[in-house]
């Protein structure tokens, strides 16, 4: 129902309740059997360990198992221990992953009130929130949270801190008036209090309306659990590339053994070498290695400030195409920052960030001393002695213990070099009249150390205008007439079109006599002193940021709980928004359905006043457009959408609870320009997957042309199982896991997104793959006939060229699988990683060669040096070949 439409008797009288002595035990009975209790239900859980079962349903994951049967059937524990280890490794991060997004939920519930004082049968109590019922009558004051869903019926000067719902960076001041707009967001109805939100100032009485999953943070708790788990594109290339590989291989493996044994090969050597091609030909190493690539991602994200929750989340990140972005303390401080002052005509600018008290003034652009300008330094003062906040530092940082409004006021006088101490040295606070939201006004009276009287008083600029029969102008008190009125009044409307929130400040003397008994006696015939215009300003780095996110083909859009014109204004100063695109409202949210979304929201730069539902509503409408979407945030409003996005971010700093668990990536500071650095971290991470998809497919294609040439040719068998085993062991494993440590090429950033859908073949990889180890089977019979048909006798010998042949090939080809280009593009020391990885392979290679007492296990022959001229010749010949051939063509 819309009770915020409604006004206090009719709402007392719909949900059956009395303001004056609340319900009694009676009613409270019925109403707890028609609306439960007021706490957040939880849905459905699997059992731990169904859950983690269902880690292993996965299509790779089942050929894993079955690779790991095929090892231990031909006695290869070593590898079939591996394989286990690997299945367990996945299945218990997958666990772990799942279980802690669960948490999510529970972190939700804390922010629930433990107790609420509630008005029953005359008399006040005090309970735990899980007891109140729909139509209780709670009262609350200042640091109290809020326990359910309520419509105020009596409020004193109350604001409530709503930023985990709204993402408005200020408390919201709240009435008693019913409200018109039936469409309103969560952030204007300024007669509702929220489940879940702390009182800042002042105190009211509500009448609940909601509990449970019937309030505002309850639908939230709802979306959380509803919200679907995407699948990533790392995920989905990777079951894709499974599936390929185990068709082709174990039909490729098939053809080999039908071939030999029709060629006169005995059915049990051919058994025994195809099974061993199989286990080659599948990388079961490859989630291993996907795995060690990304955690060793999240290594190096977490210092560049951003840790990482979910693995395959660090991938994400490299495609993502449009990122949606909170406003308040992501792209902007969180911090309100006067930088405009206006008195008497004249304006200045002052510098500075955040709540350091250092900063400067500026008339256009001549700095001045504010000590020097009459009306800037009354008018700074003035704003320092009608203020209770205070500033104070922690761990380096300035932090304001107060209203973030006059935490502002503060600091800009603190700027000119005035302190509270000093002003209290020479005015005497007499009496104060608190701000009221029906007065918008705060009044101090003071007497200075000369005796005289004054009363200051700040609040809208609107309503003082109309209070005020003077001005200072020019440095004098100037009558306010209609010519100055309308100047003043002009200057309002420039601060506001800037998005500054102003705030005005006037005084008037008083004779020493003079009784003042009300806020009305005192808030008349003041002279109007001047303006502070105040903004929570744009980070300094985030415009960079967004540019090179420009650059790299990601759009980025601002969604926030803050009116449209402050958050135009800042998508501007950013770069977001250049004019041509759409700021949409809530509103207009509203009346769009999801297909009617999706038409217009590529052309959106800044969605303001929006919702939870909003925020979902628009992930779901750029995923359906085809985009990766990153979804950053920190209040709980913001957790569904964070959820329910390809990669969700919170903030470290400023986040809650529910909206860190229900994300991916964590930003430890709060900060816009690190979700760039981990962008960046992503592609890299990507493209390194891909050097090892490449380097690992390349050569076991290698490994079973070779075989299967051999046996179409009815040649004797160029390998042995064990050798083909061997192979797969050294040159597989420690080389591509070193690819998985390369640095990023220089102009990763200046790509755009891979599309969502491209697999993991695309941009002629299946062709490099294809033709690198159809080369390397090629080379390696060549090495295999040279030797043979020299002494067919020693067979043996052939052998074990042919296998020295293959690895060396192999060893030579990664340094090529380093750049999409060629082997010549980059300095193959630049990853020293795998500089040693190449050279242990190497060394196990020469070992099983050498050591006379592995011989016998791997059929090996010492090499003579002068095979050796033939092997390296010939083991070079696929990757300097290729990369020969395609300079030509470039310079063609």
């Known amino acids: 129902m819309m009770f915020h439409e409604m006004k206090e008797k009719d709402v007392e009288k719909i949900l059956n309740t009395s303001i004056e002595n609340g319900l009694t035990a009676s009613d409270v009975e019925k109403k707890r059997k028609q609306f439960g209790w007021n706490e957040l239900q939880e849905g459905e859980k699997q059992s731990a360990f169904l859950l983690f079962i269902s880690q292993f349903k996965d299509f790779m994951i089942l050929v894993l ?7 231990g059937l031909l006695g290869e524990y070593i590898d079939a221990i591996a394989i286990i280890a690997i299945v367990l490794i996945n299945g218990f991060l997958g666990f772990f992953q799942e279980r802690r997004a669960e948490k999510s939920l529970h972190a939700l519930k804390e922010l629930s009130a433990p107790q609420v004082t509630v008005l029953r049968d005359g008399q006040w109590h005090k309970i735990p929130s899980k007891e109140v019922v729909v139509g209780d009558i709670i009262r609350f004051s200042s640091g109290d949270r809020i326990g359910a869903d309520v419509r105020l019926v009596q409020t004193v000067n109350l604001e409530i801190e709503e930023s985990a719902l709204t993402g408005e960076s200020v408390p919201a001041v709240k009435s008693i008036a019913p409200l018109s707009n039936s469409h309103a967001s969560l952030g204007d109805l300024e007669n509702m209090a929220f489940m879940g939100t702390m009182v800042t100032r002042g105190n009211g009485l509500g009448i609940v309306t909601g509990i449970g999953m019937n309030t505002a943070m309850g639908k939230i708790a709802d979306m959380i659990q509803n919200a679907e788990n995407l699948v990533t594109p790392l995920q989905r290339r990777l079951e894709q590339l499974g599936k390929i590989l185990i068709t082709v291989a174990l039909g490729l ?3 080999v053994v039908v071939a030999g044994v029709v060629h006169g090969h005995d059915l049990y050597t051919m058994f025994l070498a195809g099974v061993s091609l199989a286990v080659a030909a599948i990388p079961e190493g490859l989630p291993a290695i996907v795995t060690i690539a990304l955690s060793l991602g999240v290594q190096r994200m977490i210092r560049k400030n951003a840790i990482v929750r979910k693995l395959p989340a660090v991938e994400t990140l490299g495609c993502a195409s449009v990122i949606c972005s909170d406003k308040t303390g992501t792209m902007t401080q969180n911090k309100m920052t006067v930088t405009h002052l206006w008195s008497g005509g004249n304006t200045w600018n002052l510098t500075g960030t955040g709540y350091n008290p250092k900063g400067s003034f500026y008339i256009e652009d001549q700095e001045i001393t504010p000590q020097n300008e009459k009306s800037l330094y009354q008018l700074l003062t003035f704003g320092l002695l009608c203020n209770h906040a205070e500033l104070k530092k922690k761990d380096d940082e300035f932090i304001i213990d107060g209203d973030p409004t006059e935490g502002a006021l503060l600091v800009s006088a603190l700027k000119a070099g005035l302190t509270r101490d000093s002003l ?48 200072l102008w020019g440095g004098k008190q100037q009558y306010l007439n209609e010519e100055l009125k309308n100047a003043i009044e002009s200057s309002v409307e420039h601060l506001a079109s800037m998005a500054l929130r102003t705030i005005a400040i006037a005084f008037k003397p008083i004779q020493e006599q003079t009784v003042i008994l009300n806020e009305r006696d005192a808030e008349k015939g003041l002279t109007f002193v001047g303006i502070q215009g105040m903004i929570d300003p744009p980070r300094p780095e985030v415009k960079q940021a967004i540019k090179e996110c420009r650059e790299a083909g990601i759009k980025t859009i601002m969604i926030t709980g803050d009116h449209a014109i402050t958050a135009r204004s800042i998508a501007g100063q950013l770069g ?16 769009l359905s999801l297909d009617a979304l999706e038409e217009v929201v590529e052309d959106v730069a800044v969605f303001a006043r929006v919702s939870p539902e909003h925020k979902l509503k628009i992930v779901k409408a750029l995923q359906n457009r085809g985009h990766i979407v990153a979804m950053t945030g920190d209040g709980v409003n913001d957790a569904p959408a964070i959820k329910s996005a390809d990669i969700g ?33 992503g592609r890299n991470i990507y493209e390194n997957i891909r050097k090892f998809v490449r380097y690992l497919l390349a050569s076991n294609v290698g490994e079973i042309l070779v075989m299967l040439f051999a046996m179409l040719l009815s040649l004797p068998l160029p390998l042995v199982p064990i050798q083909i085993l061997w192979v797969n062991l050294v040159t597989d494993g420690l080389p591509a896991m070193a690819l998985g440590l390369d640095k990023p090429e220089d102009d990763v950033m200046r790509r755009k997104p891979r599309h969502p859908k491209e697999g993991i073949f695309a941009r002629r990889l299946g062709w490099k793959v294809i033709s690198r180890g159809f080369l390397i089977g090629i080379v390696t019979l060549l090495a295999f006939l040279t030797i043979y048909h020299k002494n067919p006798e020693n067979l043996a010998y052939a052998q074990t060229v042919a296998f020295a042949t293959l690895v060396l090939t192999q060893l030579i080809h990664v340094f090529d699988c380093r750049s999409e280009k060629s082997i010549f593009s980059r300095n193959p020391f630049g990853n020293m990683y795998l500089v040693w990885a190449v050279i242990s392979s190497l060394l196990l290679m020469l070992l099983a060669i050498y050591v006379p007492a592995l011989q016998p296990i791997f059929h090996t022959i010492p090499i003579e040096p002068k095979d050796w001229m033939l092997i390296i010749g010939l083991s070079s010949v696929p990757t300097f070949l290729l990369a020969g051939s395609l300079f030509v063509r470039k310079k063609a």
Do not use: H
């Open 65 to 71: 198992l079955a690779a790991t049967l095929i090892s």
């Open 576 to 591: 977001i928004f250049r004019g041509k695109e759409k700021v949409m409202e809530g509103a207009e949210l509203n009346n």
């Open 649 to 681: 971010i919170s903030m470290g700093i400023t986040g809650t609870d529910v909206a860190k668990e229900a994300s991916s990536l964590i930003l430890l500071d709060d900060n816009f320009a690190t979700i760039k650095a981990a962008i960046n971290e």
């Open 253 to 255: 493996t098939l053809l």
């Open 424 to 471: 209290l040295k020479q005015f005497k606070i007499e009496k104060e009249f608190p701000f009221d939201s029906t007065r918008k006004m705060m009044s101090v009276i003071v007497k200075d150390k000369n005796g005289r009287r004054f009363v200051i008083t700040k609040g809208a600029p609107d309503v003082l205008l109309g209070l005020s029969e003077s001005v």
